[in-house]
């Protein structure tokens, strides 16, 4: 009975949605990189998922195309305030990011393997973390808001040099616990709601939650300038808002129940091109 | 791991601020997964029933179905099934336990249960992010139940 419905419905809605499904389209940026959007799933996923999408294949015509040029990209002009603060003297000790890294385009294949664990401080970091350990540490800066513009725009300035390269995170060894959390965190039902990510990103990928297109949450796009609020998001922000719509008390950008997620919801897109700074709606 | 306190306290409050016969949302008999006896004792409003079931303010159903009579309203989600002819396929009892706590009729049910208090993981208050507080209650209150039910009846095929 529950399956007649089912079929049924399926046989309505096709003819309702025009956009239920994924696109089938390949994101080639400036008319010269290929990215891999669509790809089968790592191995941890088997028996779960066959193959993981970016979030790009999901969103409408105008917004996919907005994404695969640098001059229709809104994301980009933010990777270029971001230069400006790879360049930029700050703190006591006299220091730009480039004065210990060289050129901004020398850290390409840095955003693909984050989070990743860090042997000196015994401790798994995100993109975030290692940049404002590098302001603290090595520059004596002050710390950059975990969310805030300034520090969008270095995370995007660090995805746009690694794009088109896989997501190779880490899901063993020293990150293994942290791996174990986050997983545990992404299939938990929170809220009011009762919702996990996987109740809408693993389960419900392809369908329509009200008005919104469910993809499969995949983070190889971030940060990601939405037409929504027509800035860049981080991914603890995006994390934060999707747990509030299950009416529930979230976790804070930057937490380690954050980290721990993130490292997980990374390792299900292993294999994905890097594409921040994406376009989403 | 789950969390019960607030809940419960909140039951309280709102089975002595509205109406003495009203169920509260802890003391819900279910039988394989029906509520034979009405929450409030008054009989549903399907008009307001209606409503209810299309606002996002309130039941927001439509987030997860599409119900053709609802066409006037934009945006039909396809989590659930869609309910046309749900009044054929259930009765009163029935749909009153799927709306109240789903879970009891469908295990492990996605859908949400809008009339239940206790054991949720982080309960927040509404969409804030911010954690429950005292004004925590049901998704929606027995009489909306009563009138969502008294709606769902209505969609024969």
Request: charged share 20%; glycine share 10%.
């Amino acid at each position: 009975m529950r399956n007649l419905t089912g079929a049924l419905l399926a046989g309505l809605l096709s003819t309702t949605f025009v956009s239920a499904d994924p696109v089938d389209d390949k994101l080639v940026l400036n008319e010269e990189t290929t990215l891999v959007t669509r790809t089968a799933a790592p191995a941890h996923l088997s028996g779960v998922l066959d193959e993981v999408m970016s979030g790009w294949l999901f969103r409408g015509t105008e917004t996919r195309a907005m994404q695969t040029d640098d001059f229709d990209n809104p994301g980009m002009i933010f990777v270029d305030k971001g230069e400006d603060s790879w360049n930029a003297v700050e703190g006591t000790e006299g220091k730009s990011c480039a004065s210990c890294h060289g050129g901004s385009e020398d850290m390409a294949g840095v955003r693909p393997v984050y989070p990743k664990f860090n042997e000196a401080a015994g401790e798994v970091r995100t993109l975030e973390m290692q940049v404002n350990d590098c302001r603290e540490t090595q520059m004596g800066a002050d710390k950059w808001k975990y969310t805030g513009g300034s520090m969008a725009n270095m995370t995007a300035l660090l995805a746009s040099v690694s794009r088109g390269m896989p997501v190779n995170v880490a899901i063993d060894g020293p990150v293994q616990s942290t791996w174990d959390e986050g997983k545990e965190l992404y299939y938990a039902r929170t809220g009011q709601l009762e919702l996990s990510c996987a109740n809408c990103h693993e389960e419900n990928f392809g369908n329509m939650i009200r008005a919104d297109h469910l993809s499969q949450g995949q983070i190889n796009g971030f940060p990601t300038y939405r037409l929504k609020n027509t800035k860049l998001n981080s991914v603890h922000a995006r994390f934060k808002g999707c747990v509030r719509d299950t009416r529930a008390e979230t976790y804070k950008p930057g937490s380690s129940e954050f980290v721990a997620l993130e490292l997980y919801v990374a390792s299900r897109g292993n294999g994905l091109s890097v594409e921040g700074p994406s376009v989403r709606n | 791991m789950r969390i019960l306190g607030i809940a419960v306290v909140v039951t309280g409050l709102t089975a002595l601020t509205v109406y003495a016969e009203e169920t509260a949302p802890t003391a819900v008999s279910f039988t394989d997964g029906a509520v034979v006896q009405s929450l409030t004792g008054v009989s549903g409003d399907p008009v307001k029933g209606r409503e209810i079931v299309g606002s996002k303010k309130m039941g927001n159903c439509i987030a997860c179905h599409e119900i053709t009579d609802l066409a006037d309203v934009p945006f039909h989600g396809e989590i659930g099934p869609m309910l046309d002819g749900a009044g054929d396929r259930w009765t009163e009892a029935e749909l009153r336990g799927i709306v109240s706590n789903a879970k009891m009729m469908f295990e492990d049910s996605l859908m949400p249960s809008f009339y239940r208090t206790d054991g949720f993981l982080r309960p927040g208050n509404a969409y804030t992010g911010k954690a429950a507080d005292d004004t925590f209650g049901p998704l929606l209150g027995a009489q909306q139940i009563e009138d969502v039910v008294a709606y769902l009846s209505t969609l024969k095929d």
